[in-house]
């Protein structure tokens, strides 16, 4: 633990520095969207790396709050950064609606039943292009307005200026995330990961804890949507397919599920791994599904635990030598 923890201050001010040494626009273009993916890494960890069900409806949960935070600032003329604020609370508040049924079920059940609601969410955005704009989409979504602090102004029209937000965005949820582990709640959750049956003997009520922590995933979902349509500046319901729902998943997987970590450093992968090897052209897809496959076969547990293991073992044979 103390290793990862380590690995993780170090990822943190790694990605502080990274706007000094990244200057060609697309790369930092990638490293916010990889920072926004982040946010939705560590919700989809709370569900699946720390209480042990899979929900495959993170990217459906991720274009409510960008098309909640949309609407209201154009619609309804709310300032951008109330919107933000409340983009999380509108898919928290659709997360417990229907997590409250969806969790009577265990396994590749509640997987199942997760991956409907995301095909729904996605057909309702579509389709009711009244309100959404559907496959045309909605454009000139605003960026948050900039503001002034110690005689600097700050303007969120920059790569740079947002580039930060997102990432203050990202540190905040991976120290919330943190707080839930070492809380009462984080220890409950762990030991439905182990042994639901086990924690029910003893008395907890387990599904409380389930639907608390599927509406927090859904809430940090809804928080990332918000970050990228007022980033990306134009919204449709594509990128809110279960095929980004499944990244998420991979993201966890490849970082290491049930670290603080791992989420980091699988979203930077989910993100990076296509965009390199673009170079293969049409290749691409077979090569990236490749490597997942063999990386998911010979790291199980992620690249932040095996990295974590081997530091260990490194230090081990050090200290026998001295």
């Not at 609370?89 to 396994?107: D, F, I, M, N, Q």
């Not at 439905?192 to 639907?211: M, P």
Request: with cysteine; aromatic share 10%; charged share 10%.
């Amino acid at each position: 633990m103390g290793i990862q923890r380590g690995f993780l201050l170090i990822l943190i001010a790694m990605l502080l520095c990274i706007p000094a040494f990244v200057t060609v626009p697309y790369f930092l273009h990638l490293m916010i969207l990889a920072l926004i993916w982040v946010v939705v890494a560590q919700g989809q960890n709370l569900i699946q790396g720390f209480t042990g069900y899979v929900s495959i409806a993170s990217a459906g949960f991720m274009g409510v709050g960008a098309y909640a935070s949309t609407l209201l600032c154009l619609r309804l003329g709310v300032s951008v950064w109330a919107a933000m604020l409340c983009a999380p609370l509108v898919s928290a508040l659709l997360a417990a609606c229907v997590g409250y049924p969806s969790l009577r079920v265990k396994g590749h059940y509640f997987a199942i039943v997760t991956l409907a609601y995301n095909l729904v969410i996605v057909i309702v955005l579509t389709n009711y292009s009244s309100l959404t704009g559907g496959e045309a989409g909605i454009t000139h979504v605003p960026r948050p307005p900039g503001f002034s602090i110690l005689n600097l102004q700050v303007s969120f029209d920059s790569r740079e200026a947002y580039y930060y937000l997102v990432l203050a965005a990202a540190v905040l949820t991976t120290a919330l995330c943190a707080l839930i582990l070492r809380s009462r709640v984080g220890h409950v959750l762990l030991s439905i990961r182990q042994n639901e049956t086990l924690a029910q003997a003893i008395g907890v009520e387990t599904w409380h804890y389930k639907l608390f922590a599927f509406v927090m995933s859904g809430a940090l979902s809804g928080l990332a949507g918000a970050l990228y349509a007022h980033f990306i500046g134009f919204l449709n319901p594509e990128p809110f397919g279960v095929d980004q729902s499944l990244n998420a998943i991979l993201a966890v997987i490849l970082g290491g599920s049930g670290t603080l970590s791992g989420p980091i450093v699988g979203a930077f992968l989910v993100i990076a791994l296509p965009e390199y090897l673009r170079i293969a052209d049409t290749l691409r897809l077979v090569v990236y599904g490749g490597l997942l496959i063999v990386t998911t076969i010979f790291m199980p547990r992620g690249v932040v635990p095996m990295v974590a293991a081997g530091v260990q073992r490194l230090t081990a044979k050090l200290n026998k030598r001295v």
